[in-house]
């Protein structure tokens, strides 16, 4: 699945143009990149959170040559499922 | 951000649409891409990310405080990767400075 599938999902349901409906697509995951970006979580019930995390340097290594290298501090995205959606996914297939 | 924030920012963005619409498309996202995942489909989103079922086998584990042996059944469970862009953008490294990181 792409965003187009996703867009197309959207026009069938409410009756908007494609234009339209990508526009709205767009944006909405515009928003959400602008909002992670600032490092502001954003949640989504049913779906799962989406969370920036701060990473402190770290002495690595090169795994190839074995020197010794700082890894910089960085800020990572990570995604944490919602309980229903990891659920969801179980439900479909029956358990042992 | 949750999600009614997102929903009203979305509507705020789109004046000609009501409240209604805008709960109305932004919780069809979201459950378009749950169902995709039910179906084990992969779904990729340019320049934010994308999402793959991973399978995890069934095996014996334990019961961290009695140590005593239980059995995890086989599950599905969803996987995130982050995509270039939004990566970049959250780690502050820009739009549009692309091929540096």
Redesign the interface.
Known sequence: ???A??IV??YE??GFSKKEAT???E???E???N???H??????????NFV?NSKRPRRGRNPQTGDEIIIVG??????K?SHI??K???S??P?? | ???RD?ID??NK??PH?SRR?AE???N???D???S???QG?????????SFV?KHRR?REGRNPKSGAMVSV??????F?K?GK???L????KGVGDKETG
């Not at chain 1, 490092?39 to 799962?48: L, M, P, R, Y």
């Not at chain 2, 489909?41 to 990310?49: A, L, M, V």
């Open positions: 699945m792409t965003k599938d996703i999902r959207i349901k409410v526009d709205v697509v944006a909405t995951f928003i959400i990149k909002c992670l970006e490092g502001e979580k954003v949640k989504i019930s049913g779906f799962g920036v960085r800020k990572v995205l990570t995604f499922p959606l990891k969801n996914l179980n479909v297939s358990s042992t | 951000m949750t999600k997102l920012e979305v963005r789109f649409l619409d109305v498309i932004v069809s996202i979201f378009s891409m749950v995709a995942m039910e489909e992969r779904i990729e989103i340019r320049g934010f990310g079922v069934a059944s086989a599950k599905r469970v969803p995130f982050v862009e939004l990566r953008r959250v780690d502050g």
